[in-house]
């Protein structure tokens, strides 16, 4: 059997295969986000763990035998910095991908002359190096106590292993890679004021990174020794668990952020639009992807807001509204966290335009869904070429439990989009393939396993829904236009 561990922003994920390769069970325990100021987004590293050793309880208690687990794969939301000292400990909260505080610093980056070619990426301030940027400036006295800076899968493997291992995937998000090269650029380093020695040693994600010690076997219930392979960023992870290998395949995700991933034959840098140029986790490949900061924990927060009891009521009160109540709803721009593609704007804010007497909350809940796929429509025209040679695309992430919004994005697209099976947690099933992988499997075998896309289900464009969304898309665009102005920076 073959563990997947998925760190996810909401949630710490689970999940095992057989030796048939199948899906046997799954778990996940939720984790909460502390935003101390306005910008802040930070999680405790320990959380992650608390939450993980709980996750692997409730698959012992589905009755899964999991010191039979042969591997251990990752997977992980991206960019977020754990600082550890010389001794190993954590000198702070992680400071998360959807942290808005370095601004500034990204500003400074980009003033650097030889930074874009160097990074092929902007910089802006989900990534990791403006962060440690940010950290000399404003808590000196941590940066100077930073001997390693890992990544937050990176982390638990580092706490279940002592290794300091990244993979190219995850490490691309740093803006401290060679992406082409695959390998740490001291230059890029150096703009940060970090040195090569703390940062992790580099694997491909499918490569074994550490052996499981017997103390972090105990606390997970897993047999002391076992292999932990590379593993990558959600995002690449994902790749490989909607079955996506090949030059061109790609997904759309609905996570807390929202992203459209294309695999490429060669590092092809398109930062014009914010576009996200990484290494993939497979060796020899690598990814273009637009990124949403909030797409899913959008809908989370027009849940709360709005009253609904859960996500799931949310989306029934929004499929029971009649397509003219949806076309007479409010606009919404999804820019919670401002925006990495394609504005590429850390200051941009929410914003419901056309509120009415006698709307109801569920039209302002159709809003925020038709926002977030607004600006995922933005982020696939931003692809460009690149998108377009990826016919029909895996649909992945918790969003993708939501059959009405299947539909709505694919018409929205104008593409259809299929639901691999376990497309809901495909990044934990990535993970467990990439674990398979470090024991043995082609990326070919893992990624045609059963369980991906021979028993989908597909969404198709529908053209009368399309009709009336483009209208409203054009709208959304001008809003955004004619805003852009009012963005100013907020107080961090
Ligand atoms: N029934 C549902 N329909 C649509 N979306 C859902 C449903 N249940 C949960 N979600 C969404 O799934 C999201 C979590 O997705 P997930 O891929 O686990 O995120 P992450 O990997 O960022 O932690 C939640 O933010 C929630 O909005
Ligand atoms: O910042 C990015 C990618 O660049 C995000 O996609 C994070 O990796 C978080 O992912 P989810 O928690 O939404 O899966």
């Known amino acids: 059997m073959f563990l997947g561990i998925d ?36 999680q405790h590293p320990e959380d992650w763990w608390t939450a993980l050793t709980l996750a692997m309880q409730r698959l012992r208690d589905q009755g899964v035998d999991t010191r039979a687990i042969q591997a251990v794969g990752y997977s992980g939301q991206m960019h977020g910095a754990v600082l550890l000292d010389a001794a190993g400990g954590v000198l702070r909260p992680a400071i998360l991908w959807n942290d808005g505080r370095s601004g500034a610093a990204c500003e400074a980056l980009m003033r650097q002359p030889s930074f874009l070619a160097a990074s092929g990426n902007l910089a802006m301030p989900g990534f990791t190096a403006p962060k440690l940027m940010w950290l000399r400036e404003q808590e000196p006295d941590v940066f100077a106590r930073v001997a390693t800076v890992l990544l937050p899968k990176d982390w638990l493997r580092w706490r279940m292993s002592g290794e ?28 940060s004021g970090l040195r090569r020695e703390q940062m992790p040693r580099l694997v491909e994600g499918n490569a074994v990174a550490g052996q499981l010690t017997p103390k972090a076997a105990q606390e ?10 590379g593993g990558a960023g959600d995002n690449a992870a994902s790749a490989v668990g909607v079955g996506a290998s090949r030059v061109g395949e790609g997904f ?51 849940q709360r807001t709005l009253g609904f009891a859960s996500v799931a009521a949310l989306f029934a009160a929004v499929e029971a509204l009649s397509p003219a109540q949806q076309d007479e709803s409010p606009l919404f721009l999804p820019y919670l966290s401002g925006e990495r593609t394609p504005h590429n704007n ?12 006698g709307q109801s909350n569920a039209q302002m809940a159709y809003a925020v869904v038709e926002g977030v796929s607004f600006g995922l429509m933005d982020g696939a025209s931003a692809m ?68 991906a896309a021979d028993s989908a289900r597909r969404f198709a464009p529908q053209a009368a829904l399309r009709e009336r969304l483009l209208p409203r898309h054009q709208r959304h665009q001008r809003l955004y236009r004619a805003l852009r102005e009012e963005f100013v920076p907020a107080a961090d």
Do not use: Y
């Open 346 to 357: 850390p200051h941009a804010s929410a914003v419901w335009m056309g509120l009415r007497h």
């Open 252 to 302: 759309v995700s609905l996570g807390t952020s929202g992203v459209i991933f294309c695999i490429s034959a060669a590092h092809q840098p398109n930062p014009a639009q914010g576009l996200h140029a990484f290494a993939h986790a497979l060796p020899g490949l690598w990814h273009g992807m637009s990124v949403m900061l909030s797409a899913a924990s959008a809908i989370d927060w027009a």
């Open 7 to 42: 760190a996810g922003t909401s949630s710490i994920k689970v999940l095992v295969l057989d030796d048939a390769h199948r899906v046997v069970a799954s778990a996940d325990t939720p984790l909460e986000l502390q935003r101390p100021h306005p910008l802040w987004s930070e």
């Open 384 to 451: 460009g070429a690149t998108f377009d040679a990826a016919r029909e695309l895996a649909l992945t992430g918790g969003g993708s439990r939501s059959a009405f919004w299947a539909t709505l994005l694919a018409s929205g697209l104008d593409r259809p989009l299929f639901l691999p099976e376990h497309g809901d947690v495909g990044a934990a099933l990535g993970a467990a393939r990439l674990a398979w992988m470090a024991l043995g499997a082609t990326p070919q075998e893992a990624c045609a396993a059963p369980g």
């Open 164 to 191: 300091r291992v990244s993979d190219m995937s995850d490490a691309s998000g740093t803006l401290w890679l060679d992406i082409a090269r695959r390998a740490w650029s001291d230059d890029l380093l150096q703009m």
């Open 220 to 229: 997970l219930g897993l047999t002391a020794g076992i292999p932990l392979a």
